[in-house]
T-cell receptor, first 114, second 111 residues
């Protein structure tokens, strides 16, 4: 499968714990995006990378959130001291370059904070 | 601030009907518009992408139109089938290449 992959697909954690999600984009895609989707809503932008550089962060990305893409390939999204409000689907997408390219989405990681 | 609205929020139709889903956006300065399909608990599948210079795109039974000046797009589904049941999301790409999504239209096609 050469699409965008995300791991894990589901994560249940207790409030206050740290969690880390991984996204592997389509090979040779330079841009990588993270979005968050809550029930009944459309996805909301969190942050994106051009190769290893993080170019923009949403105000939704509080200090407890950090994202990395160390070698310009896969990316990780870490949430520290999780809160119940962090429960959502976290979606990763990639696109080929910085033109107006189509974004391809992964299956998402569903986070439940109890 | 770009806002994307989708109407209706939910739609139930009998199999075989043609239907139209609507999407509107407040800022016409977009690079492209994408329509996605999302099945429950799943990720997004891209259906159609319309560049800002284009008026429409077609794929099989799907046709999407774009009127950038009026801030509107429609997704037309011909001869609907139960397998078309899903949530359909509209998204516009802004000047910093991120997608701004609507809340979606939940479609149910009854056999």
């Amino acid at each position: 499968d050469t699409g965008v992959s995300q791991d894990p697909r589901h994560k249940i954690t207790k409030r206050g714990q740290n969690v880390t999600f991984r996204c592997d984009p389509i090979s040779e895609h330079n841009r990588l995006y993270w979005y968050r989707q809550t029930l009944g809503q459309g996805p909301e932008f969190l942050t994106y990378f051009q190769n290893e550089a993080q170019l923009e962060k949403s105000r939704l990305l509080s200090d407890r959130f950090s994202a990395e893409r160390p070698k310009g390939s896969f990316s990780t999204l870490e949430i520290q001291r999780t809160e119940q409000g962090d429960s959502a689907m976290y979606l990763c997408a990639s696109s080929l370059d910085d033109s107006h390219e189509e974004q391809y989405f992964g299956p998402g990681t569903r986070l439940t904070v109890t | 601030k770009q806002e994307v609205t989708q109407i209706p929020a939910a739609l139930s139709v009998p199999e075989g009907e043609n239907l139209v889903l609507n999407c509107s956006f407040t800022d016409s300065a977009i690079y492209n518009l994408q329509w996605f399909r999302q099945d429950p608990g799943k990720g997004l599948t891209s259906l159609l992408l319309i560049q800002s210079s284009q008026r429409e795109q077609t794929s099989g039974r799907l046709n999407a139109s774009l009127d950038k000046s009026s801030g509107r797009s429609t997704l037309y589904i011909a001869a609907s089938q139960p397998g078309d049941s899903a949530t359909y999301l509209c998204a516009v790409m802004d000047s910093s290449y991120k997608l701004i999504f609507g809340s979606g239209t939940r479609l149910l096609v009854r056999p």
